[in-house]
């Protein structure tokens, strides 16, 4: 026979055999986790009546003879392990009398846990061991314990039925039957069936069933590895449910093993939320076997796969589970450890199946003549997830056993799963189909509805306009709004909205008017913002880096009264359109009898449908959300909220309003800071914010830029993506500050629930919280039902902040806001969310149900995406993916089958003129056709990962280009470097990515062209112009000028002076922060070039750069206007002597700034420096930390350390650098000997605050040469003032002051 | 149902059991088919011993070990030829 049974064998029987296949997974186990005890089952028979102990003793002395299994040893030889018998290892009947004990019970259980809590080693330890408890005169428990490796749980019953059937024969009762087949038949069956045909086939078989399996859900997240223990509950069914079992099994002429099975599998799917149970079910492996007599470990655990339609009726679900069973039997064999290899799921998270529903109608105890018996099951071997286990014959005995992973799930909830799935069973054996059968509890249910969501919290009837109006009147004079270095009061507020407010209502805006707004981060913004809302309209805010034929679209479909713009985007705005330059300077705000129903603001957020969609959010809904955050947080006057976000996501909605309704101060970032790490450290530095929002990506990247260390604020908030427990404790590494985790759609006001990320928070995932005042989270099933404790679902929201719906699309709005079931008369809002809920209560997010993907926070429909590539008539069928190739990198791709005319590159431009660039696709992947499933629909998984190549591209060329495309790489993992024209974004950078390229630029090529560069020039050939551009100014840049930055030709240029190194390279980080608006010139010393002569001093210095500034002349600058000067140390001497210099020509001095410089007195009793620190400072023009490389002490040192690092500095010719030490040393004596003269003019000086703790170097000691004299102080060190962190400071301080003065000149 | 007897658990008798079990009629039932691959698995094995074991002593192990017809037909006559009866 080639299936390996009933092998007539001749020969002697074997003494030894190598390890079955269901034995190898079970000793593998064992040995790597050798002080597990769960590889032990064990039971015990509570006996009562008059046992007759020698007849038992024999029965049970015979069994462990004939159980061969029983006597079991492994040994281990050369690498590879066999089994063999060893009569030593028998387990003959031990007696122990706990007769004498207090609580013999209790003794006896706490015996038999010591025993089978035990961890064996099966090399060396008896397999099996069968004592008897002597309770008192007639009653015994009597315990079996075996290890996994020698029985399962079908071998554990026929060896406690073969000692009773041979006790009854002994007390004279009928003949005992067969003994038990010797094992070595059964060793013959698994070689015979290791070899055989039939086992091939199963492996095909399985490899086809499974094969395309969906990855497994269980009832809990969490890696299925057994513990050493496991939770154990148990329940009778009662016999009601029994009998309906078997009447309705017997209906449908089906076995009601088979219906308790696919009802416990259908409990699976439900609760697992999956398409599909999968399960796995025991299979004692016993039918036309010689272990049908024979203990030993045979069972198998094949995985069962069932659709489980919810909505067909159940009894042909049930005959559907009934056949698939018949064919797992039929291959039941094959074993479920080789399937996991076959299918490659070893290791990791991925699993063949989920929870276990086993079935048991043979386990019924033992029948001693004479004697009561019940049989205690105490251990089957590992849990690995969640077991189900219906033990008895159903007539009408029947119990459920749930056994649960601690790891995974904890008692309460495998009790929970033990009583839902007892009702979901009764309830299924009444029900048509299964989708009729509720899951949760009533308890539960009332938990999720209402417990849950006990939110009411009295808010005042009144508009966002009234609170905003209330703050303006409590505190005039106090500061409302700060942009750059304007302020304005809360009277100053009140005037300049009322003004703007008195022109939209002239133009008719009023009650339920949209307005538009479309301008970048300002003052105006805002004061456009509140004039709206105080002429009683919504506003609309529009992005503009969205592409103005999304732009013109929105409009159109909104239709606003009037847009408030600094152009006519697109020719969109027409009529409508009103420029701040004419916005009235009086008026007196309009007089709105405004409602908490009127509406607030409109914002589109993506639509799949293709077109955006405007969400219309009321005044009620905002008030409520910003009444609650100000209460939860306690913010107000102390307050200074950091506006960042972009006015067209709605996060911009509470930092616009929450500190102006508080009394605080709203710090207004500039255009573009929100991406720039170091600018946002800055800006939260100056203004000294308190509270600010960051989406986790951009968090993400602003803790890893150095500028972030230890910034201290009140409370950080991250909103619009997951936040994972990875960031959390990045965070509080990095930042003082509570992080607070917000969740909420546009559609509901923001946000609609909180949870607070404090340091001490261990929570994985980071939940989404509870909800906030008068609002509802409720997670329900397909069919709008609660769901059950701890179950995923779709979440829901309700209460005071729903939007009011969709503008002008009602369509819309009564697909995503539903009747409420469970609160007639109100609303829930479809968030597309899934969710599920802690035992605490707090919602944790799970992902979405639908295509909608968020990048980078920003809340994509794939759908809109797939119109616009239909719409651009090069595709006819497309479907666009969030795909994630490596983890955490998502990017979105657009496969499609081209239509006449396809060129991808057509395709690109059009998307990006209709799309915002995050939206459209990094790839697009032309294919012959879709791929389908056998029932018709898309087969995602079929969609090959796209090959994100330079497709048309050349390779890198030139040295920096080579040296981008390689850092490229390493940053993004890749293998091969990127192309010339291969874009940093497009290959899966991310924001956080872009920081790390950014320092790997900064250390190979020692420039640092910033964030923002990146942003505008992410392609590869893009960036190293950039770097390059720089680098020929630097490289030709050894004359006494160069230029720095690029900024307005109308604007008066500032002059940086070199420090004592004759070089401007330090200033770059400057220079960048004041442009693009002003060009920077750096001014370095003449001496550089060693044909060139020393100065005489300092003076001589100085007129020799007046002399090349004024020579610039136009159309470098206006030689009209102020010459701005500045220098950090040494240059701030000679700055000062040049605007000396400048005024006795009588030319006109605007800013004249040192960085921590100090009279040349404070050095001249100092003694003559070392010449080795002077060449170390040369290290410090590199950009390197001199006190870091202490061992570089001679000149030959430095300059082979400069040149191996490949700084700008080490690339100079040897005779510039030359120049570089000669000025260097030359620089103190020309210090030591200079005297100041007074400038009439005003001496800006910023002190390093932080410095100069040994000697009293202060301001002051610029008095006696200073007419005026301004001081700024910043929290840094000397050496730090040019760096990143305190250029945030600097550039904006020295840029009022130049703008001040040439006010002041006009 | 009458109890039945020794002389009364035929291998027809059994045939026709099996095939009830099966929703199949008894002639389709061939004595040396593999039973499990008609659909017989261990919970209809284990009722069928039930039902037998009322003439003959019969555990469900006894039976479970074959799949053919013929095979039970030789443990029943076994057993049937202890108790005195002819086959």
């Known amino acids: ?1306 | 149902m009458t109890k039945l007897t020794p002389q009364d658990l035929t291998l027809e008798r059994m045939r026709a059991d099996v095939a009830a079990v099966l929703h199949e009629a008894p002639e389709a039932i061939l004595d040396d088919d593999n039973l499990m691959d008609l659909g017989v698995d261990s919970l209809r094995v284990l009722n069928l011993s039930l039902q037998w074991s009322e003439t003959v002593s019969l555990e469900f192990s006894e039976l479970a070990e074959h799949v053919t017809l013929a095979e039970w037909w030789a443990i029943i006559r076994q057993k049937r030829a202890a108790l005195g009866v002819e086959s």
């Open chain 1, 1 to 1306: 026979m080639d299936d390996g049974r009933a092998a007539g064998s001749v020969r002697a029987p074997a003494t030894e055999a190598p390890l079955s296949e269901a034995q190898s997974g079970l000793w593998f186990a064992q040995r790597l986790d050798p002080a597990n005890p769960i590889f032990n089952t064990a039971h015990y028979v509570d006996i009562r009546g008059d046992l007759d102990i020698e007849a038992f003793r024999a029965a049970v002395d015979q069994t462990a003879v004939e159980a061969e299994a029983l006597s079991l040893r492994l040994v281990e030889r050369g690498g590879a392990v066999v089994q063999t018998l060893d009569p030593a290892h028998r387990p003959f009947l031990r007696i122990v009398d706990v007769s004498g004990a207090v609580d013999p019970a209790a003794e006896a259980m706490a015996a038999m846990r010591r025993d089978h809590e035990t961890p064996l080693d099966p090399t060396r330890d008896p397999l099996a061991a069968n004592i008897l408890f002597r309770m008192e005169a007639r009653r015994f428990l009597w315990s079996l314990r075996v290890h996994h490796l020698a029985t399962d749980g079908f071998g554990m019953a026929l060896l406690t039925n073969r000692v009773a059937e041979l006790y009854n024969a002994a007390r004279g009762g009928p003949a005992p039957g067969l003994a038990f087949n010797p094992i070595a038949k059964v060793w013959d069956e698994d070689a015979a069936y290791r070899a055989s045909d039939k086992r091939t086939a199963d492996a095909a078989y399985w490899r086809d069933i499974m094969g395309d399996a969906p990855e497994v859900a269980s009832l809990a997240p969490g890696k299925a590895t057994t513990a050493h223990r496991f939770h154990r509950i148990e329940r009778t069914l009662p016999p009601e449910v029994t009998a309906r079992l078997r009447a309705r099994a017997d209906a449908g002429r089906l076995s009601w093993p088979d219906v308790l099975t696919a009802i416990g599998a259908a409990y699976v799917r439900r609760f697992s939320g999956a398409e599909e149970a999968v399960i796995g079910v025991p299979w004692m492996g016993r039918m036309g076997s010689a272990s049908a007599r024979t203990p030993a470990m045979i069972m198998n655990v094949p995985p069962l796969r069932l659709t489980l339609d919810e909505d067909a009726p159940l009894d042909e679900q049930l005959i559907l589970a009934s056949k698939a069973l018949i064919r797992t039997r039929r291959h039941g064999r094959y074993r479920s450890e080789q399937l996991r290899r076959d299918l490659g799921l070893i290791g990791g998270a991925r699993r063949l199946y989920g929870p276990l529903v086993n079935v048991l109608p043979f386990d019924l105890p033992p029948r001693f003549a004479g004697l009561d018996t019940t049989l205690k099951v105490l251990g089957t071997g590992p849990v690995d997830d969640i077991s189900f286990t219906f033990r008895g014959d159903a007539d009408p005995a029947l119990t459920l056993e749930v056994d649960a992973n601690p790891d995974l799930y904890s008692l309460e909830e495998a009790a929970a799963h033990g009583e839902r799935l007892a009702a979901f069973l009764a309830n299924a054996l009444d029900a048509e189909t299964l989708g009729e059968v509720p899951i949760a509890t009533p308890e539960e249910a009332a938990r999720e509805l209402e417990a849950f969501n006990a939110t009411a919290y009295p808010v005042p009837d009144t508009t966002l306009t009234a609170l905003l109006e209330a703050a303006m009147k409590a505190t005039p004079d106090a500061p409302a709004l700060t942009f750059g270095e304007r302020t304005l009061t809360y009277a100053e507020l009140d005037r300049r909205t009322a003004q703007l407010a008195s022109a939209l209502a002239a133009r008719g805006v009023g009650r339920e008017a949209v307005v538009a707004v479309a301008l970048p981060r300002s003052l105006e913004l805002v004061i456009a913002l509140i004039a709206v809302l105080r002429a009683g309209g919504a506003y609309l805010p529009l992005d503009l880096e969205h592409p103005p034929e999304r732009i013109a679209a929105i409009v159109r479909a909104a239709d606003p009264t009037v847009v408030l713009a600094d152009q006519d985007i697109g020719g969109a705005f027409g009529e409508a359109l009103l420029t701040p330059v004419d916005w009235p300077l009086d008026g007196a705000s309009p007089v709105v009898d405004q409602a908490g129903e009127d509406a607030a603001y409109v914002i589109y957020t993506s639509g799949s449908t293709g077109e955006p969609k405007g969400v219309l959010v009321e005044h009620r809904a905002i008030v409520n959300r910003l009444l609650w955050m100000q209460a939860e947080y306690g913010i107000g006057a102390h307050s200074r909220i950091l506006q960042k976000t972009p006015a067209a996501f709605d996060v911009s909605v509470w930092e616009f309003f929450l500190a102006l309704i508080s009394g605080g101060e709203l710090v207004v970032a500039p255009p573009a800071a929100h991406r720039d790490p170091a600018a946002l450290a800055g800006l939260i530095r100056r203004h000294a914010v308190t509270d600010l929002h960051f989406v986790p990506s951009m968090l993400s990247a602003f803790l890893a830029d150095p500028a972030a260390k230890e910034i201290t604020v009140a409370h950080v908030f991250c909103s619009g993506e997951e936040l994972s427990a990875e960031l959390r404790d990045r965070f509080h590494q990095t930042v003082k500050a509570e992080l607070h985790n917000l969740y909420g759609p546009t559609e509901a006001a923001v946000d609609v629930s909180y949870w607070a990320a404090g340091p001490e928070d261990r929570s994985r995932p980071v939940p989404i919280g509870r909800p906030v005042w008068n609002t509802r989270l409720v997670i329900l099933d397909e069919r709008l039902r609660p769901v059950a404790h701890g179950m995923g679902g779709h979440l829901h929201l309700g209460g005071v902040q729903l939007a009011r719906g969709y503008l002008n699309r009602p369509d819309l709005t009564e697909d995503r806001f539903i009747p409420d079931p469970h609160h007639p008369g109100q609303r829930l809002y479809r968030t597309g969310d899934v969710a599920r809920r802690r035992a605490d209560g707090a919602v944790v997010y799970l992902g979405r149900s639908d295509h909608q993907v968020k990048i980078r926070g920003l809340r994509i429909e794939l759908g809109e995406i797939e119109a616009a590539v239909i719409a651009s008539g090069l595709a006819r069928e497309t479907v666009v993916l969030a795909r994630e190739d490596r983890p955490g990198e998502r990017r979105l791709v657009a496969y499609l089958v081209p239509a006449e005319g396809y060129d991808p590159v057509a395709l690109k431009a059009a998307l990006a003129a209709r799309l915002p660039d995050y939206m459209v696709p990094a790839a697009i992947v032309a294919l012959d056709a879709l791929p389908t499933t056998s029932n018709g629909k898309l087969d995602r998984k079929a969609l090959p990962a796209p090959v994100f190549e330079a497709a048309a591209g050349r390779a890198a060329q030139t040295p920096t280009e080579k040296i981008i495309a390689e850092l490229f790489a390493e940053t993004l993992g890749r293998a091969e470097p990127a192309g010339a024209d291969d874009d940093f974004f497009t290959l899966g950078g991310d924001s956080l990515l872009a920081v790390h390229l950014m320092m790997l630029i900064r250390e190979r090529l020692g420039r640092d062209p910033g964030l923002g560069a990146l942003f505008d020039r992410p392609r590869v050939v893009e960036l190293a112009a950039q770097i390059d551009a720089e680098a020929l100014d630097f490289d030709n840049g050894l004359g006494v000028l160069i230029r720095v930055a690029e900024g307005d030709p109308a604007l008066p240029p500032l002059f940086l002076i070199h420090p004592a190194g004759g070089l401007s390279w330090g200033y770059r980080t400057l220079a960048r922060a004041l442009s693009p608006r002003r060009t920077v010139w750096g001014v370095q010393s003449p001496a550089l070039d060693p044909k060139n002569a020393l100065p005489d001093g300092i003076e001589a210095l100085a007129s020799v750069y007046v002399d090349h500034i004024l020579a610039l002349g136009a159309p470098n600058f206006q030689p009209m206007g102020p010459v701005h000067l500045a220098g950090w140390s040494v240059g701030g001497v000679i700055a000062q002597a040049a605007a000396v210099e400048l005024e006795r020509r009588g030319v006109e001095v605007g800013l004249m700034a040192m960085l921590d410089s100090y009279p040349a007195e404070c050095w001249r009793a100092e003694p003559e420096p070392d010449p080795v620190d002077a060449l170390r400072a040369l290290l410090a023009i590199a950009g390197y930390d001199p006190t870091q490389y202490p061992e570089l002490r001679s000149r030959a040192a430095i300059l082979a350390f400069l040149k191996a690092g490949d700084s700008a500095l080490g690339g100079l010719p040897e005779a510039a650098l030359d120049g570089v030490i000669r000025v260097v040393l030359d620089t103190n004596r020309l210090v030591r000997k200079h005297h100041h003269q007074p400038f009439g003019g005003r001496t800006t000086h910023v002190r390093a605050a932080l410095d100069h703790k040994e000697r009293d170097l202060t301001p002051g000691l610029w008095r006696p040469y200073a007419a005026e004299l301004d001081v700024v102080e910043v929290p840094f060190l000397h050496p730090q003032l040019t760096g990143p962190a305190a250029t945030a400071l600097i550039a904006p301080a020295l840029d009022v002051r130049m703008t001040a003065a040439e006010e002041k000149m006009r």
